[in-house]
Antibody, heavy 120, light 111 residues
Framework: QLLLQESGPGLVKPSETLSLTCNVS??????????WGWIRQSPGRGLEWIGS???????YYNPSLRSRFTVSIDASKNQFSLRLSYVSAADAAVYFC????????????WGQGTPVTVSS | QSVLTQPPSVSGAPGQRVTISCTGS?????????VHWYQQLPGAAPKLLIY???NRPSGVPDRFSASKSGTSASLAITGLQTEDEAEYYC???????????FGTGTRVTVL
């Protein structure tokens, strides 16, 4: 059974960089059938796809968010990561990682999510 | 902000049938992109309920069904149960935004 687990700091200061990791177990990220993605959820913005990465390292992003986000993959650790620079209060959300089979495909499974608060 | 519109809430008594609509446009659902549905229980992550418009993953009860026509899709829950109380989201792809998009979400309440 494929399991995804997010980890990272629950609190980050404004203008700092947020780094989150998604650890994958029960399967390999080095799989050319899937992408590995990040989605966030907040009361004001609902569910919002951020970006996804392929096993090769190629990443694609939500065009409206692209500039501050970086998604990367580390097959040796069987994990993938999200970096968000210059965070603001608007970035406070629950961040989920999930697997999907392509740009228009469904997300399954999801990690349990990690809440991120932005405060000085 | 979402390009997929859902009703904020629907409700029904146990055993009844409820439906949730998901309305998009010519750049997403109307362009032929598939619609997928998720159930999110309180405090949990979304869980895949329906993929590719009308397909249930293994383990999802057949009380859940879905369809898609034109720019709209719908999710039906028949024989409503108390454990169906949750938030439900649709998802598709939008070619003008180059973005995987989610619906606004619908809260299902069992009376």
């Amino acid at each position: 059974q494929l399991l995804l687990q997010e980890s990272g700091p629950g609190l980050v200061k404004p203008s700092e960089t947020l780094s989150l990791t998604c650890n994958v177990s029960g399967g390999s990220v080095n799989n050319n059938n899937y992408y590995w993605g990040w989605i966030r959820q907040s009361p004001g913005r609902g569910l919002e796809w951020i970006g996804s990465v392929y096993h090769s390292g190629s990443a694609y992003y939500n065009p409206s968010l692209r500039s501050r986000f970086t998604v990367s993959i580390d097959a040796s650790k069987n994990q993938f990561s999200l970096r968000l620079s210059y965070v603001s209060a608007a970035d406070a959300a629950v961040y989920f990682c999930a697997r999907h089979a392509g740009i228009a495909a469904w997300f399954d499974p999801w990690g349990q999510g990690t809440p991120v608060t932005v405060s000085s | 902000q979402s390009v997929l519109t859902q009703p904020p809430s629907v409700s029904g008594a146990p055993g009844q049938r409820v439906t949730i609509s998901c309305t998009g446009s010519s750049s997403n659902t109307g362009a032929g992109y598939d619609v997928h549905w998720y159930q999110q229980l309180p405090g949990a992550a979304p869980k895949l309920l329906i993929y590719r418009n009308n397909n249930r993953p293994s383990g999802v009860p057949d009380r859940f069904s879905a369809s898609k026509s034109g720019t709209s899709a719908s999710l039906a829950i028949t024989g409503l149960q108390t454990e169906d109380e949750a938030e439900y989201y649709c998802q598709s792809y939008d070619s003008s935004l180059s973005d995987s998009v989610f619906g606004t979400g619908t809260r299902v309440t069992v009376l």
